[in-house]
């Protein structure tokens, strides 16, 4: 299923950015949780859909968003899909933080409104279910994730305004963590600041062949998160591969996921 573009922008931000299509891969069991997966760079929302959807998790639902086509500094300014500006693929990177804002809070907006067509949140209030929310991604989409993840923390966009959604984890997979050199300051705002941090699990996988964001990147931002009160980070590394997924990889996401959303492997 699928869904037109939208208008989005953070508070504070200066433009509007305009989203693509928006591809939504529905539960095949029951609804426990929804999980916003972004693509990499010059990509769109219907490729990783199409993955997701073959994933043995029959309690998730995908909502695949595809970025907005902007001009992208380490194109030369050609127009591409692409959440933020970036002017290499690296934690070393200036950070957009304007466009890094705008595209988590559309990641926010997308949760926001869940659990809107599972279980009535009434009876999970009374059953004492928690219904879990989280967000991950590829190369950029993989950045955006672990920003996201930042400001949960953090309780506020780099803009300073409040975050509102309460994430349950984050994937990243071959990508990299933005504004690193200012995580520390934000952790160390207040006692909520890193009990959050502590709390959110986090799952970074990343290829030592990857040529495109090169793997020292993600297991520096994998080090910058642990180091900076992030006790819950699985960071995994594959031998042989490249700026890409497999299914080796995948089957560590399933289990990953299994294990920190609670769900019974016996049923679902």
């Known amino acids: 299923m699928s869904f ?3 208008s989005s922008v953070s508070s504070g931000a200066k433009r509007p950015f305009e989203y693509g299509r928006t591809h939504v891969v529905r539960p095949k069991g029951a609804h426990k949780a929804t999980i916003v997966w972004l693509h990499g760079l010059g990509d769109n929302g219907a490729s990783w859909s199409q993955l997701l959807e073959t994933l043995p998790l029959p309690n998730i639902k995908w909502i695949c968003p595809t970025a907005p086509s902007r001009p992208v500094s380490v194109f030369g300014g050609f127009p591409s899909t692409a959440w933020f500006d970036v002017a290499e693929l690296s934690e070393d990177a200036p ?3 304007e466009g890094l804002d705008a595209s988590a809070a559309h990641v926010a907006n997308l949760l926001s409104t869940e659990p809107a067509d599972s279980m ?6 009374f059953l004492c279910i928690a219904f879990k929310l989280g967000v991950g991604g590829f190369s950029m989409g993989a950045a955006t994730a672990l920003y996201s ?3 949960f923390a953090h309780g506020k966009y780099g803009n300073g305004n409040p975050y509102p959604v309460n994430l349950s984890l984050a994937v990243g997979l ?3 963590l933005p504004c690193a050199r200012t995580l520390k300051n934000k952790i160390e705002a ?3 600041a890193a009990q959050k941090a502590s709390s959110i699990p986090l799952l970074l996988c990343h290829g030592k062949a990857d040529d495109v964001v090169l793997y020292k990147h993600g297991e520096r ?3 910058a998160l642990k180091s900076n009160g992030f006790s819950s980070v699985l960071f995994k590394s594959y031998n042989r591969l490249g700026h890409y997924t497999v299914p080796e990889e995948m089957d560590e996401v399933c289990k990953w996921l299994t294990s920190n959303l609670g769900f019974d492997t016996s049923s679902s």
């Open 4 to 6: 037109g573009g939208s």
């Open 95 to 97: 950070d957009d933080i």
């Open 120 to 125: 009535l949140p009434e009876l999970f209030s």
């Open 149 to 151: 993840a930042t400001c």
């Open 174 to 176: 071959s990508g990299w």
């Open 190 to 192: 207040s006692p909520e």
């Open 221 to 223: 931002s994998a080090d």
